[in-house]
């Protein structure tokens, strides 16, 4: 295993976050911009600018056709776009498995549930076992 203390997104570059002491208690923090966490208890919000690499193009240096890949995503919204990019520069099949936690990008409800079931869908063609929870 190799660690990389770098946010993981679908492009290089730096990424602000907040985070407040309630997400140890809920797991995960807010890329600034972008609410997915329920931020209306009182706390103060610790700012942070940290690097990020493009997964898609590190998983594409770093592995070959025969190596076994498997891809656990939990990177609180950025999913959907790292998603997209495997399967757009079929990065995709390099990947035999893969866990991924969904988060709602359009909220709860009947829209934001469909959006992922849609999602669900288009992959379901690659040869990737898929593992979903949100």
């Known amino acids: 295993f190799r660690v990389v203390p770098v946010a993981v997104g ?12 309630q ?8 890329v600034k911009g972008m609410r997915l966490h329920d ?21 594409k240096r ?9 891809l656990k995503l939990d990177i609180e919204g950025s999913e959907y776009e790292v998603m997209r990019r495997l399967v757009s520069t079929g990065v995709i099949s390099l990947i035999d498995e893969a866990e991924i936690e969904w988060h709602s990008r359009l909220g709860q409800g009947k829209f934001g549930e469909a959006t992922d079931r849609m999602f669900e ?14």
Request: proline share 3%; with cysteine.
């Open 39 to 59: 931020d209306s208890q009182k706390s103060e919000a610790m700012h942070f600018n940290v690097g990020q690499v493009d997964i898609v193009d590190w998983i």
């Open 121 to 134: 869908w288009i992959l379901k063609d690659t040869n990737t076992v898929f593992h979903f929870h949100g």
């Open 10 to 21: 679908s492009c290089p570059g730096r990424v602000s976050m907040d985070w407040k002491s």
């Open 23 to 30: 997400h140890y208690l809920n797991g995960g923090s807010n």
């Open 62 to 70: 770093s592995f070959r056709p025969q190596d076994f890949v498997y």
